[in-house]
């Protein structure tokens, strides 16, 4: 892709999609970064990438915008570059809680406006982002996923749903990685040293993962697979019910998107 895009906020998700995408050799000199702190982003200034704190130039010398703000500073960053965006750029917001309508509203060109939520793992080319727009075309769905899809996998949805895909997707590697942390202190309570255990325990989230997306069976079957009649499996696994692992995780979902969605 030779168009230029424009990271609106350098943020730690800013951050990850940027590092995404240049791990798919994608053009530093295409690529500008802007923060209020802009010695924070030195190491993407040392790849190439064009390093601001002017969100207007960046705007000005950009065709794709990628909004990454703070939830709380887009209608200032919109207000701050409405009158320098045109019908030509293609806009993509990675801002929770903020619909297509509500950025058009602050915009005074009426561009086409993309929603994406990926998550912190776009730095590693392993986001699931979800992606939502109105009335776009083909040709612009293409791009937004092509960038997307240089990230890690891409799915398109109702707007509607955003919330929620923030909650599952984004909130959710914190909650894997809060288990994942669970499982290595279990480990190291057992026997391992920490970095046995977080190398088990890492390692077996992922081949679970792979079991799933591979071979797309339902969890349960996967685990009928481990489980023996009186086997340590089965035990383990009924312990953590009773102790409501599974109704812990159900309530603390419901409880991000309760919270975003206020």
Do not use: W
């Not at 168009?3 to 730690?12: R, V, W």
């Not at 702190?37 to 790849?47: P, W």
């Not at 809680?97 to 776009?122: G, H, K, W």
């Amino acid at each position: 892709m030779d168009k230029k895009i424009a990271i609106i906020g350098g943020g730690n998700l800013g951050q990850a999609i940027a590092s995404g995408l240049l791990s798919e050799n994608f053009k530093a000199s295409n690529l500008t970064i802007t923060r209020h702190k802009t010695d924070l982003l030195s190491d993407f200034k040392d790849q190439g990438i064009e390093v601001t704190s002017n969100n207007v130039d960046a705007v000005k010398t950009s065709q794709i915008i990628i909004i990454a703000v703070k939830p709380y500073k887009i209608e200032s960053v919109l207000k701050e570059v409405s009158s320098h965006i045109t019908k030509e750029h293609l806009i993509i917001s990675v801002v929770s809680d903020f619909t297509i309508e509500a950025i058009n509203t602050n915009l005074q060109s009426s561009p086409v406006i993309f929603r994406a939520m990926p998550n912190t793992a776009s730095s590693v080319n392993e986001s699931m982002t979800c992606i939502a727009s109105h009335n776009a075309s083909e040709e612009d769905t293409k791009t937004v996923t092509s960038i997307f899809n240089s990230l890690g996998e891409t799915i398109r949805i109702d707007e509607q749903l955003m919330d929620a895909a923030t909650v599952l997707g984004a909130c959710g590697i914190a909650y894997v990685l809060r288990f994942i942390r669970g499982m290595i202190q279990g480990g190291i309570e057992i026997g391992f040293d920490a970095k046995t255990a977080t190398q088990i325990a890492t390692q077996t989230v992922k081949g679970a993962s792979e079991l799933l997306l591979q071979k797309g069976n339902h969890p349960e079957a996967e685990i009928d697979k481990v489980t023996t009649p009186k086997g340590c499996t089965i035990a383990g696994l009924n312990e953590m019910e009773h102790q409501g692992f599974s109704s812990a995780l159900i309530k603390g979902i419901k409880t991000s998107y309760d919270n975003i969605s206020d």
